[in-house]
């Protein structure tokens, strides 16, 4: 059993938020049935307290929101600010929920770092399940969680052309820079990095790493791997190798340092 996550619901819709928190309630489903601690705000103000106590595991983010509310413009650009925010500022997981048109707006927040873009009008059984979904690959990112867990590896370390890769921490290295990846980046570096022939597929891709029911659409692994090469500025050898699979090149395990 998994344990339950703090979510933070952020959204000035309160009719919206308050459908999405019952979703996410609902011992019907997976996630409700590990009885969240949920909490809704209305404003970015008040988010930023959230932020810097930093104790929550998701947020759930709407993109049209003000700083204060009756104060300032709605507009999505503010919210997108917030989202780089708690991806660069925290271990937590990200899900925009916004009614905007996720062919327009969701692959420039997943490349930021986002694990996940939901819009408004889609049903509240498939928002539950996406959150359990981020909820698994979180606790899968952090060291102090992950015993047990398939493909965990937590405290394994790798170099992968000049980056360094400790599994269960989101930040990547190099000589000159570092990168904080999502948890779902995170989960798919650890699968590639940890798998005897470093190589994946888009249905081990969506099954083994995001954890989805294979029933279900699959997230597209091309689209995923293009959003990777990018936040690394192609300084990753990730690569085609026919039949549909991607293979991490020069790949190779460290000695942990203390």
Request: contains cysteine; glycine residues 6%; hydrophobic residues 40%.
């Amino acid at each position: 059993m998994f344990p339950s996550p703090r979510i933070l619901i952020v959204d000035d819709d309160l009719i919206h938020a308050s459908a999405v928190k019952r979703a996410l309630r609902a011992p019907i489903t997976a996630i409700g049935r590990l009885k969240c601690e949920i909490d809704i705000v209305d404003d970015l103000n008040s988010a930023r307290i959230y932020l810097q106590d930093d104790t929550i595991d998701i947020y759930f983010l709407d993109l049209n929101i003000s700083e204060k509310v009756g104060e300032g413009p709605l507009h999505a650009e503010v919210g997108k600010a917030f989202v780089r925010d708690v991806v660069r500022t925290t271990n937590a997981g990200v899900i925009v929920c916004s009614s905007y048109s996720a062919a327009t707006e969701a692959s420039g927040l997943l490349e930021d770092g986002a694990d996940d873009y939901v819009e408004k009008n889609s049903g509240l059984d498939t928002i539950a399940a996406r959150t359990l979904s981020v909820w698994r690959r979180v606790l899968h990112s952090r060291p102090n969680n992950s015993k047990g867990m398939k493909h965990a590896h937590t405290g394994r370390t790798f170099a992968f052309g000049g980056w360094r890769f400790v599994v269960g921490n989101r930040i990547i290295t190099n000589a000159s820079t570092s990168i904080r990846v999502s948890a779902t980046e995170h989960a798919f570096l650890r699968y590639l990095c940890a798998i005897e022939d470093h190589a994946i597929n888009e249905e081990i891709f969506n099954i083994d790493v995001l954890d989805r029911d294979r029933h279900k659409t699959p997230m597209r692994l091309d689209n995923f791997v293009h959003r990777l090469r990018k936040k690394f500025d192609g300084e990753i050898e990730l690569t085609s190798q026919g039949g549909g699979f991607y293979r991490l090149l020069n790949v190779r395990e460290l000695k942990a340092t203390l």
